[in-house]
């Protein structure tokens, strides 16, 4: 199957600095790719959503020039948390989605972030 | 806009047994599919199953499979012979045909299998 990674896998910071999360598609191209964010014991939830090549959708609520996405290519998607707070905290996974297969999302494995 | 509703927030079964988790969903669309999504505690998000809702036949993938009821808006899973290696967090999911292919997810069920 598709195999999906992120870089890091956990990341801790210091509150105010800058941490970006890698996202890659390994063995397909993928147009699209999807950025969420996972609270303890809870759902995902849609941050936003990037095409390669052009600006990315936010979800309401999520402040773009906090969480800045970047989808240079068709395997490679970048959120970068910008002067991050202990509330930034959290799992961050990316999808990417297989543009032959365009109703199917392949996930990475996560990324934890702490921020002191 | 779709929601999903997974009204089971913790289950637990004994090993080798059957269970069911519950979904449900609201939506206007005709064209959409559905899947359930398992999330042990590695937390990489791992495909379970899927449905095309344009199929009537209920998909089935080894001991999982779904019971569809599109009238109704129902999709629950059932696991059966369950395994230790089965507990994990269960998400099921919608998506549109043509929304970006977004996947909106329920709130999860918590399984247990205990040996």
């Known amino acids: 199957g598709a195999v999906v990674s992120q870089h890091p896998s956990w990341v801790i910071c210091k509150s105010g600095t800058s941490v970006k999360i890698e996202c890659r598609s390994l063995?397909?191209?993928?147009?699209?790719m999807f950025w969420y964010r996972q609270f303890p014991k809870q759902s995902l939830m849609l941050m936003a959503t990037s095409n390669e090549g052009s600006k990315a959708t936010y979800e309401q609520g999520v402040e773009k020039d906090k969480f800045l996405i970047n989808h240079a290519s068709l395997t490679l998607s970048t959120l970068t948390v910008t002067s991050a707070h202990p509330e930034d905290s959290s799992f961050y996974i990316c999808?990417?989605?297989?543009?032959?297969?365009?109703?199917?999302?392949?996930f990475g494995p996560g990324t934890r972030l702490t921020v002191l | 806009a779709q929601t999903v509703t997974q009204s089971q927030p913790e289950m637990s079964v004994q090993e080798a047994e059957t269970v069911t988790l519950s979904c449900t969903y609201d939506?206007?669309?005709?064209?959409?599919?559905l899947f359930w999504y398992k999330q042990p505690p590695s937390r990489q998000m791992i495909l379970v199953i899927r449905?095309?809702?344009?199929?009537?036949q209920n998909a089935t993938e080894n001991r999982f499979s779904v019971n569809f009821q599109k009238a109704a808006k129902s999709f629950s899973l059932k696991i059966s012979d369950s395994q230790l290696g089965d507990t994990a967090m269960y998400f099921c999911a919608f998506m549109s045909d043509n929304a970006g292919n977004m996947l909106t997810f329920g709130g999860g069920t918590r399984l247990m299998v205990k040996p």
């Open positions: 939506t206007s669309e005709s064209n959409y599919y």
């Open positions: 449905q095309e809702a344009y199929k009537q």
């Open positions: 063995d397909f191209q993928a147009t699209t």
């Open positions: 999808s990417a989605r297989d543009r032959d297969t365009y109703n199917e999302q392949f």
